[in-house]
């Protein structure tokens, strides 16, 4: 796949400038992009697409659906039709409805499609995954994934009551929002049975919007596991951390230390030091991962598929 391969990027917000930025820096600068927002894309160096349909897609390679939430299945499948190899944000929707016609679409037309998980690709959370893989903590009793920040202080700028964080219709509240931690939980565990869960969801009336601020789902495995996501939209301090107690000892990671930690009665030992760029590195990493499976033909590691596998434990 060249350099020169037609990408357009259809939302362009703060995920979808991102992309574009790693995109050029990956060398692939034949971009373009489409957003209903004239403001959103009135700085952008290339092409801008003014409607969206089969005619004009037909001409790109690959789309990035970086809209609203709620747009994403319908934008995802119109694409889909065109002959686009798909790279989906998260949630790939904020329902299940439509998503048998996008993977129905994208096995017809024989596209590769992804949706960006990017905490998989996160360097602490790859040693995590890889410790667990190799069976270095031993049997592993509970998983506790944690995430928090106030949402006010999400988009600098902006007015969180008109966000889509905010609105029931566009697949707002935390549950979605922070939909890495389940999907982390879910990926650790390596298709490991659901036997049961819940989510509690919560609404403490501290914020003016329609949708759950803080929640938390307890997931229980066929091998005896427990997984424990707790999230918000209220804590003035961004968090995020795990915690996974094991036969060996307790695995703990904080995103403020970014350092993997294995915890005994003995000892408390730094396994893992992650670095300043992991963040910037991450998203780098997860688009690398993408277009060479675009390059390759190969199907990706979290495609519609498996979201939806994922979907289903959160949206009704």
């Not at 796949?1 to 037609?6: A, L, Q, R, V, W």
């Not at 119109?78 to 929707?93: D, N, R, T």
């Not at 780098?284 to 199907?299: P, S, T």
């Not at 979290?302 to 994922?310: I, K, P, Q």
Request: charged residues 25%; hydrophobic residues 40%.
């Amino acid at each position: 796949m060249g350099k020169n391969t037609p990408i357009i990027i259809i939302g362009f917000g703060s995920i979808g400038r991102r992309h574009a930025r790693n995109l050029r820096l990956l060398g692939f600068l034949n971009l373009s992009v489409h957003d209903p927002n004239p403001e959103a894309v009135k700085n952008f160096q290339g092409e801008i697409v003014l409607s969206l349909d089969e005619k004009s897609l037909s001409r790109f390679k690959i789309a990035f659906i970086t809209n609203p939430t709620h747009l994403h299945a319908s934008t995802a499948t119109l694409a889909a039709k065109a002959g686009c190899h798909l790279f989906i944000e998260k949630p790939v929707s904020h329902t299940r409805a439509g998503i048998g016609e996008l993977r129905q679409v994208c096995a017809e037309r024989n596209l590769v499609n992804m949706v960006a998980c990017n905490m998989r690709f996160f360097p602490a959370y790859e040693f995590i995954n890889s410790f667990l893989e190799k069976g270095a903590l031993g049997k592993v009793y509970r998983i506790h994934l944690a995430f928090d920040y106030y949402l006010p202080f999400w988009r600098e700028g902006t007015d969180y009551t008109k966000s889509y964080s905010a609105k029931k219709e566009w697949g707002g509240g935390i549950v979605l929002d922070d939909i890495h931690e389940f999907d982390l939980l879910l990926w650790l565990m390596k298709g490991n049975e659901v036997s049961s869960h819940t989510i509690l969801r919560n609404q403490s009336g501290a914020l003016a919007i329609e949708t759950e601020d803080q929640a938390v789902g307890i997931f229980e495995f066929r091998n005896g596991t427990v997984g424990v996501v707790s999230c918000g939209y209220l804590s003035k301090r961004y968090h995020r951390e795990a915690r996974i107690v094991g036969e060996k000892g307790t695995l703990f990671w904080n995103f403020e230390e970014n350092k993997v930690y294995l915890e005994t009665k003995e000892k408390r030992e730094v396994l893992f030091a992650g670095a300043q760029s992991d963040i910037d590195d991450m998203y780098k990493k997860e688009l690398a991962y993408f277009l060479e499976r675009v390059e390759k033909g190969e199907r990706a590691s979290n495609d519609v598929a498996g979201a939806e596998a994922l979907l289903q434990y959160l949206v009704a």
